[in-house]
């Protein structure tokens, strides 16, 4: 079963048009941490964003935005006034502990966001 | 250097062939992981160590797959006989703690095809 849900495949937009990127998240875990990261076409993946279980604050960075939802199972993230820049792959990554205590990060399959000018 | 490095940026092989792909970490960091990623897909997890120590080998695919981290630092992930199925591009992350749930840094991968 798949840990990470990230349901959209590719979403293209058009430059200032805001986005949300949806991730789901499976885990019988109490304690767990969750991620974004960016990967551009260079291939390097960019670390965005940690969140804890016990946090569900939502962040703000900039122009980026996150809404953790345990109720839903849920770690969504926008863009606001999106920009070509913002043109990448973004991966949800969910960190559980698995057996002898180490956290192992588990990715989605990833989401394609390509703004147009 | 400041980042994570990896080497060869990209490797082609003959099916049959070994390979053998390094890693440099950030110079300190414990953790030390390798990821394959297909094509349009995320990374899968493949191995863990903690310092040279292999904590978790449960993601590698079959018993071709090798990996070691001898002194701590540099990692290399051997692949033997390989398949055209072991294509892919192969990242590494390391962080700076040892357990695991800290961010990760990557390096721009290896990516690896099988003909």
């Known amino acids: 079963a798949q840990k990470v849900t990230q349901a959209q495949t590719e979403i293209s937009v058009v430059e200032k048009e805001d986005v949300t990127l949806d991730c789901v998240y499976e885990?019988?875990?109490?304690?767990?941490?969750l991620f974004w990261y960016k990967q551009p076409p260079s291939g390097e993946l960019v670390f965005l964003i940690r969140r804890n279980s016990f946090d569900e604050q939502n962040e703000i960075s900039g122009r980026y935005s996150w809404n953790f939802q345990k109720s839903t199972s849920s770690f969504n993230f926008t863009i606001t006034a999106s920009q070509v820049v913002d043109s990448a792959v973004y991966f949800c990554a969910l960190s559980e502990a698995w057996s002898g205590g180490s956290y192992i990060p588990t990715f989605g399959r990833g989401t394609s966001l390509i703004v147009h000018p | 250097g400041a980042g994570v490095s990896q080497s060869p940026r990209y490797k082609v092989a003959k099916r049959g062939q070994d390979v053998a792909l390094r890693c440099d970490p950030i110079s300190g960091h414990v953790s030390l992981f390798w990821y394959q990623q297909a094509l349009g897909q995320g990374p899968e997890f493949l191995t863990y160590f903690q310092n040279e120590a292999q904590l978790d080998k449960s993601g590698l695919p079959s018993d071709r797959f090798f990996a070691e981290r001898p002194e701590g630092s540099v990692s290399t992930l051997k692949i033997q006989r390989t398949q055209q199925e072991d294509s892919a591009v192969y990242l590494c992350?390391?962080?700076?703690?040892?357990?695991?749930?800290?961010?990760?840094?990557f390096g721009s991968g290896t990516q690896l095809s099988v003909l």
């Open positions: 885990t019988r875990d109490t304690t767990y941490y």
């Open positions: 992350a390391s962080s700076s703690t040892g357990t695991g749930d800290e961010k990760l840094f």
